[in-house]
């Protein structure tokens, strides 16, 4: 537990601090380096992703594909579809970590040297486009996330996502970044590895968002960039608004029948994910905005406050934060140890 003088003093220090992040910056366009996740894909979907890469309008990258566990058929799947395309690596890790650590440890071995850096999931397709205007927003802000195309495997197409800007505070609340959308400065990482202590709910892509609204900002593109592919395989999938009545049976199904261990999973995996990442946020020290500091140190001292309310209840009247998903994490604020 993170003690109030504790908390306030690093509250003060990153106010104080240099604020150059936040400032815009050139982003070396040709250069970039992207990251692939991949766990025992589907091979039609597989082929068309890596296709879409190879067809972006940027074509000055590299893409490495890490293989989270042995898997020789995955591999030689890839090699066959990447052939003689001198741009692509893989890495085959002998340990299966899962989506987040997998990220993780690609993320690690970005070189210094690249302007921006992109991720990618095993199963969608990319418009040629992508890449080019994403870059191009890099220059106002850390991180740009286009809109997508949810679609199944079997549609020709289907709806529109609807991510949007919000404060730092609304995006510890609800995630509006959708990973293999996102483009992103190759300083992010300086913030943003390693990556916090996970629970059974830590997403890459949240911990990615509130470090660039920590620092640079978020860009959303609103046109659609990619076909966001769904399947019965799905890590992740596309969520659906719903009210307090589907979370509560959604988390029923997640942590068991007994009402008390809901509570415990809520507690311990939704709301703990989010004192994580504050907690690692103020260890590591980006200049937080007046506004966001108070919020951020709230939400790192993991208790219910007057502060934390405040802050989240602003955010759910400003219409930045979905009141059930914000009612839930206060709950487990209450009951947090």
């Not at 989506?99 to 418009?127: H, I, K, S, T």
């Not at 679609?151 to 609340?173: C, K, N, Q, T």
């Not at 029923?252 to 009402?259: D, E, K, L, N, V």
Request: hydrophobic share 45%; aromatic share 6%.
């Amino acid at each position: 537990m993170i003690s109030d003088q504790r908390v306030m003093d690093i509250v003060l220090r990153i106010a104080n601090r240099d604020r150059g992040m936040r400032r815009g910056m050139k982003v070396e366009r040709a250069r970039g380096y992207i990251c692939m996740a991949a766990f025992r894909p589907k091979h039609e979907l597989l082929v068309r992703q890596i296709r879409s890469i190879q067809t972006q309008e940027i074509s000055e990258w590299r893409c490495v594909i890490g293989i989270d566990g042995a898997d020789a058929d995955t591999r030689s799947a890839i090699e066959a579809v990447i052939g003689d395309d001198q741009r692509f690596v893989v890495r085959e890790f002998p340990d299966n970590v899962g989506f987040y650590r997998n990220f993780e440890r690609l993320l690690e071995e970005v070189p210094l040297d690249v302007g921006w850096v992109a991720l990618a999931d095993q199963d969608d397709e990319w418009f040629p486009e992508k890449l080019t205007r994403s870059v191009q927003g890099l220059e106002d802000a850390a991180l740009v996330v286009g809109q997508v195309v949810v679609v199944g495997v079997d549609s020709a197409i289907g709806e529109i996502s609807a991510r949007r800007a919000v404060p730092l505070i609304a995006e510890f609340i609800d995630n509006q970044v959708t990973g293999s959308a996102a483009v992103f400065r190759r300083s992010l990482l300086d913030v943003a590895l390693p990556f916090p202590d996970a629970t059974d709910l830590a997403f890459h892509d949240h911990w990615l968002g509130v470090c660039a609204l920590a620092t640079g900002g978020i860009a959303v593109i609103d046109a659609p960039l990619q076909n966001y592919i769904q399947h019965g395989g799905n890590v992740i999938g596309e969520e659906q608004p719903s009210g307090i009545g589907a979370r509560m049976r959604n988390l029923f199904r997640q942590a068991g029948s007994s009402p008390l261990d809901s509570l415990r999973y809520l507690r311990q995996h939704r709301w703990g994910w989010r004192v994580n990442m504050a907690r690692r946020l103020l260890a590591v020290g980006p200049s937080l905005s007046h506004d966001d500091a108070p919020g951020v140190a709230a939400i790192a001292r993991g208790r219910l406050s007057p502060t934390l309310i405040a802050a989240t209840v602003s955010a759910v009247v400003r219409r930045e934060a979905p009141p059930a998903r914000t009612l839930g994490l206060l709950i487990g604020a209450a009951t947090y140890r």
